[in-house]
């Protein structure tokens, strides 16, 4: 990655600087990005006090960076360093916002394809903003990176954050190419959580469709209600009398009302979080970085020496 990295920054003829995060790994990364950092000072390094997450490690490093452009992208080479020179064309044009847009995923399956791009489109619909096939493989100028830096938010979505935010936007096809090395740490798991934040955090719709779901399950339960006092009057009576259909109408509406307090569980969830004030993440170590010139942000703690 380091080599990569050095090769296309030094054919830009720009100065630059490459900020890792180490968002609390246990093999032997801590180990080489000191050797890496002693040996070279445009190499940075911050050190988690443990592992905090995807959205918290590119939020550290957006902190941290000094550049007029700041790039953000994964470590695994699956965000291909070629495309750094195209992003900052694009930019040098006027774009203050430049964002990789995934042509196609080398590692997933057709299946996989298919999902991410129907739940971006979701998203797009229930929020608003634009979402496309994209992932945190974009550049940012000074302008964009001081207001990604103002937002207070803790529960941080930066793909929804950078479109909420605006700003003239330039979207570069690039194909997403297979890991080098490793496996993929973002399980299905993990990959829901930050589908389910970034739909809490820029829309209300869970909440509205829960009212809509509890609206239609009344209205459907007063025409049942009319229907089974006319069945048991006009009628033989089955359907009151079987205990098979109370038991279902018992449990579909309970299910309903289960999924309602979850959704309103979710957001309860991120109110609390956002209450109690304790930071995104906490860096337990700097290299190549001024302690005294970086300031903690209203969502992480930065400078813990200060």
Not at 86 to 107: C, H, M, P, W
Not at 278 to 286: G, M, Q
């Amino acid at each position: 990655m380091i080599k990569e990295l050095k090769r296309h920054c030094d054919s830009l003829g720009k100065s630059y600087e490459i900020i890792f995060v180490n968002d609390g790994s246990t093999d032997n990364t801590a180990n080489l990005l000191q050797d890496f950092a002693q040996r070279d000072s445009k190499i940075k390094v911050v050190q988690f006090a443990r592992n905090f997450g995807h959205q918290a490690a590119f939020s550290a490093g957006i902190a941290f960076a000094n550049g007029d452009m700041v790039i953000t992208m994964d470590g695994d080479l699956q965000h291909p360093p070629r495309h750094i020179k195209d992003f900052i064309k694009e930019a040098e044009t006027g774009y203050d916002i430049v964002i990789g847009e995934r042509l196609s995923n080398k590692q997933n399956s057709a299946g996989r394809e298919f999902l991410g791009k129907t739940i971006y489109k979701f998203l797009s619909l229930v929020t608003g903003l634009e979402f496309k096939n994209v992932s945190d493989f974009a550049l940012y100028n000074r302008k964009v990176v001081n207001v990604l830096k103002t937002l207070p938010e803790r529960e941080r979505f930066l793909r929804g954050m950078v479109q909420w935010v605006g700003f003239r936007k330039k979207y570069v096809s690039y194909v997403v190419e297979e890991r080098r090395a490793g496996v993929p740490k973002y399980t299905f798991k993990k990959l829901s959580g930050l589908v389910l934040n970034g739909l809490t955090s820029f829309s209300a719709f869970p909440l509205r469709l829960s009212f809509y779901i509890g609206l239609v399950t009344f209205i459907l339960s007063i025409f049942l209600g009319v229907f089974v006092v006319y069945d048991h009057y006009f009628h033989p009576n089955p359907l009151a009398a079987g205990y098979a259909t109370i038991s279902l109408l018992v449990l579909f509406v309970g299910g309903i009302q289960f999924i309602i307090l979850g959704v309103i569980g979710e957001y309860l969830y991120k109110m609390f979080n956002e209450i109690k004030g304790r930071p995104l993440y906490i860096v337990s170590n700097k290299l190549n970085l001024n302690s005294n010139k970086e300031e903690n942000t209203h969502y992480g703690l930065n400078n813990i020496d200060g």
